[in-house]
């Protein structure tokens, strides 16, 4: 492979809804350019992007995947990104090392779920878009029918660039608007095709659509529209660059038809992503951090000689290899075997190895330039995220942001013994995919794992076996509950021992009282007389806060409560330490229960965002979740509702919630706090516990 500069390169973010057809298109323009050694199939497990083991068992992308087409003098880096919204991550990810995108949409499907989102996705990073429509010769393929769907959907200022030779089985062809012929596609391997005339049964679709495609680019530019105002030809040529510059000002979005099975329109997409994309260095500026603090700011341009600045947008263990690196040299060049400065982490990395993917495989190369994309193996300690720099110039690029998990399991090794082997392969797993969160509960001692979705999650344990060799299940994590007391009490604590010899003697009285939710505990020593010695209190305030910690009603801690230790007596000879921490717990256990104590449960704040459409479902789910709505705020057919929820009733909610508004609500939630439980809800959860109990007591 020859060397590219950054004006010779593109990099195009793949994108779509699941099985609209993105996999098998990348693996059609790399096969069309040479790239790809074989035509394959998502179906047979062989589509170029897709070689990991869970996604050729199941037949959908799990992970982010990279490949390169050579074409006219120029080297075009796919980035082939999931369209199922459990690996919405990798979506955001191949966006960040991307300049455009490429949308593709099933001639058959149409727009859906996942093409909204992941439009809205390249339209947050101002990118600009091509819209492709994929298996044009399967049943019931209807361009005109995509093409409205994508205008009320997605974009009023979608335009069709090339329009189909027939539909469906009868798809032989397409007509470009720009060049005004029909490339009629013959049988060859590669998409071969004979330009000629177009024919006449397709001509009226040609006349109606170049019409609109020329009104369209002339709309966008003075120059244009007065040219065309005054009945002027406007040419191939000056057609392209028109809609060149209107993609970047993101007023157009040019629209094509492919079949990749066929590999009819293949050819001619690369030769109008060549064309129309923008390539590394037409892209704006970017502003990074710079100097050991990260004080100061920096404008980087995708120029060999500026200072070397590359993001890690991708980690991939590999079994017998290590971790894979893929990232984006966002300035500067970089040669194989350079050692490099990791300003994310202080620390320094070689480069060994130096290569650009292409699917499953990697081809080593002497340098990469401003621009490219390019992976390395077995760093040290850089991962996704990470701004490879170098240390006369540390340059820290501005982190991928992702998404926040919406699904929580507690996970636990099958065999006893791999706990720690289950930590690390976890951690590695977070380290692949930053949207596979895991932390540890302390209250319920639980190791807990977040994710998208539940298949997320069953695709993470089915990696984690496969890689590390831990065999994990996943259950519905305990909710970490706790106890306060709402009225004042008080009582005595009296601890007496006698076994021969020295014996064991504590006297306390206590007064406990609630405190303001979110206090915490205070501990207030009121002896006066010396009637219990100073040295023997915090052993009174010890035992208390042990035995509050093993709760009052089902053993949960309590909290927000003060205690007052105001009386007591003591023994000259039998008084001890261990004595009034005794009389600590029992003069809790005496008072606790008078106090009336309440169970209190965590609740989240949720914000949903949903269609109009879908509302009312999602109210009325929410409300029979004893969720307290906040309020409501609506903008562009989309409403944003503030609700806080018990985290009790919120297990799988993300999955409800996709089949309510089937996938086109999204939702955030963070802790907010504790409340008390009704009395039936508490009832319940006093019994569950009971049931825990006598079933670890068998």
């Not at 608007?177 to 330009?195: D, I």
């Not at 990469?368 to 540390?394: F, M, Q, W, Y």
């Not at 965002?609 to 989309?638: F, K, M, N, Q, Y």
Request: net charge negative.
């Amino acid at each position: 492979m020859r060397e590219y500069d950054s004006a010779g390169i593109r990099n195009i973010a793949v994108l779509g809804h699941g099985s609209s057809g993105k996999t098998s298109l990348v693996d059609a323009l790399c096969f069309a350019a040479g790239s790809g050694k074989r035509h394959g199939a998502v179906r047979d497990g062989t589509a170029l992007t897709d070689h990991l083991p869970e996604e050729i068992e199941r037949g959908y992308s799990i992970s982010l995947g990279c490949a390169y087409a050579e074409w006219m003098e120029s080297k075009i880096n796919f980035i082939d990104t999931p369209g199922s919204l459990d690996f919405q991550g990798d979506t955001i990810a191949g966006l960040a090392a991307a300049d455009g995108a490429l949308c593709v949409i099933s001639a058959a499907s149409g727009v859906e779920v996942g093409t909204e989102r992941a439009f809205r996705a390249a339209m947050a990073k101002q990118d600009p878009v091509l819209f492709a429509v994929s298996m044009m010769d399967k049943e019931h393929a209807d361009f005109d029918r995509i093409y409205q769907q994508i205008k009320q959907r997605l974009t009023s200022k979608v335009i069709p660039v090339e329009v189909p030779c027939g539909e469906g089985p009868a798809f032989r062809g397409v007509i470009n608007l720009f060049t005004q012929r029909a490339y009629m596609y013959t049988s060859g391997t590669k998409g071969e095709y004979v330009e000629q005339e177009i024919p006449a049964e397709c001509m009226e679709r040609f006349t109606r659509y170049r019409q609109e495609l020329i009104e369209a680019i002339s709309a966008t530019d003075d120059a244009l529209l007065e040219r065309y105002l005054e009945g002027q030809e406007i040419d191939r040529d000056d057609a392209i660059h028109g809609m060149k510059d209107a993609m970047a000002r993101l007023d157009l979005f040019p629209l094509f038809c492919v079949s990749s099975e066929s590999m009819i329109g293949v050819r001619a997409l690369l030769t109008e992503l060549v064309q129309l994309m923008p390539n590394a260095w037409e892209m704006e500026e970017i502003h990074a951090l710079t100097g050991a603090e990260g004080h100061n700011t920096v404008q980087l341009h995708a120029k060999d000689d500026g200072p070397f600045a590359a993001l890690v947008f991708k980690t991939l263990a590999e079994p017998h290899v290590g971790d894979v690196s893929y990232f984006r040299v966002l300035s500067g060049k970089v040669v194989n075997g350079q050692e490099v400065f990791n300003a994310t982490r202080d620390g320094t990395e070689k480069l060994g190895h130096l290569a650009v993917p292409c699917g499953r495989e990697r081809q080593e190369v002497n340098v990469l330039h401003a621009g490219d994309i390019g992976c390395v193996t077995k760093l040290r300690n850089t991962h996704t995220n990470d701004t490879l720099s170098t240390r006369e110039h540390p340059i820290r690029l501005p982190a991928i942001t992702f998404p926040d998990s919406v699904v929580h399991f507690a996970v636990r090794a099958t065999a006893r013994g791999e706990e720690d082997k289950l930590q690390q392969g976890l951690h590695r797993l977070h380290d692949e995919d930053p949207t596979l969160t895991v932390h540890y509960n302390p209250e319920t001692h639980e190791t807990i794992v977040g994710g998208m979705g539940e298949r997320h999650l069953d695709v993470a344990m089915a990696v984690l076996k496969r890689k590390f060799g831990v065999q994990a299940e996943l259950a519905k994590p305990r909710i970490a509950y706790r106890e306060t007391i709402t009225a004042k009490s008080e009582g005595q604590g009296r601890h007496k021992k006698q076994s021969g010899g020295r014996g064991q003697f504590g006297d306390c009285w206590i007064r406990m009282s609630p405190m303001p939710r979110g206090e915490g505990y205070l501990f207030d020593d009121r002896i006066v007389g010396g009637v219990i010695p100073s040295k023997y209190t915090p052993a009174v305030d010890r035992g208390v806060q042990e035995a509050a910690a093993r709760g009052v009603l089902a053993g949960f801690p309590l909290v927000d409560y003060r205690v007052e230790l105001y009386d007591g007596s003591t023994h000259s000879v039998d008084s001890n330490e261990m004595s009034f921490k005794m009389a600590g717990i029992l003069a809790f256990k005496t008072v606790a229960p008078k106090c009336r104590p309440v169970i209190l449960e965590p609740l989240d704040l949720l914000e949903v965002s949903v269609p109009d459409a879908w509302l009312g479902d999602v109210l009325g789910d929410l409300s029979s979740r004893r969720g307290h709505i906040l309020g409501t705020s609506a903008e562009d057919g989309r409403t944003t509702v503030r609700a806080v929820v018990p985290q009790a009733e919120l297990h799988l909610y993300a999955t409800q919630l996709f089949s309510l508004s089937h996938g086109d609500a999204q939702v955030t939630r963070r802790f907010n706090g504790y409340e008390q439980v009704p009395h039936d809800a508490a009832q319940k959860v006093i019994s569950e516990h009971a049931r825990d109990l006598e079933a670890a007591e068998a």
